[in-house]
């Protein structure tokens, strides 16, 4: 194990001075109650920080609506998975006996979580530069382009921009409660509008997916209000 985190730092560019922070960022929370899931919330606002800031050097001549869509096309699971792989993440993430059994270490969303979780951990380690300066490394080889903007909508995306067109604040995401066993969870998510008064409620294999669900349950709630 030590031979392979020594190989990831040399893949990620930085050599962590918290060994701890680097062992953390790799364990989920099927291996041990100490597990990665605050650095990978960390690690998703540097994330979006970062691809924000990227684009809005990059793409000039972009609103505000086509650079929120190219970059949830940016930092969706699809893409965070793909570039977990170019680290070799599959070999070095720490998982539960029974999530190693069903596959666990080639979950999408286990991946793309894990790298969250290490730009988090960078992010502590060595400051907001450093964990930045990371993630332009990691999408230095994807061509970034207007056309990004016909991908799909997400969930998360159009409620943000239906919550932006009309100058209100963001959503907020809890996970509510988790079911199932450690290496079969469900993760139940809440959703609240705080302007609104308004919450709901969605449940996915991951964090990312339930609050995809919440995000999905609440505009249709918003777009019945407004009939």
């Known amino acids: 194990m030590e031979g392979g985190l ?3 730092q040399g893949r990620l560019q930085h050599a962590f001075s918290d060994p701890l922070l680097l062992q953390r960022a ?8 100490d597990h990665n899931e605050r650095l990978e919330f960390l690690g998703d ?20 609506g086509d650079l929120s869509r190219v970059r949830a096309n940016l930092v969706k699971q699809e893409t965070l998975h793909q570039l977990a792989l170019g680290l070799d993440l599959p070999s070095v993430i720490r998982l539960g006996e029974g999530e190693m059994r069903s596959g666990g270490h080639k979950r999408p969303s286990i991946l793309a979580d894990a790298l969250e979780a290490l730009i988090g ?5 060595a400051g907001y530069g450093a964990a930045e300066a990371l993630v332009l490394r990691l999408f230095q080889a994807i061509e970034i382009t207007p056309q ?12 943000q921009e239906w919550l932006q067109g009309r100058k209100m604040k963001l959503p907020v995401y809890r996970v509510a409660g988790t079911l199932g066993a450690a290496h079969k969870q469900t993760f139940d998510v809440e959703c609240e ?3 609104l008064g308004v ?3 969605g449940i996915g294999g991951s ?5 995809q669900a919440a995000a999905a349950a609440m505009l249709i709630t918003l777009k019945a209000k407004m009939k």
């Open 207 to 211: 964090r990312r997916s339930g609050e």
């Open 6 to 8: 020594s190989a990831l």
């Open 121 to 125: 951990a960078v992010h502590l380690d």
């Open 199 to 201: 919450t709901e409620r």
């Open 148 to 159: 990004m903007t016909a991908a799909a909508k997400d969930p998360k995306t159009e409620l």
């Open 193 to 195: 509008i705080a302007e």
């Open 45 to 64: 606002a540097v994330l979006n920080l970062a691809v924000a800031a990227l684009l809005y050097d990059r793409l000039k001549s972009l609103p505000e």
């Open 26 to 33: 790799l364990t989920h929370r099927s291996f041990s109650a």
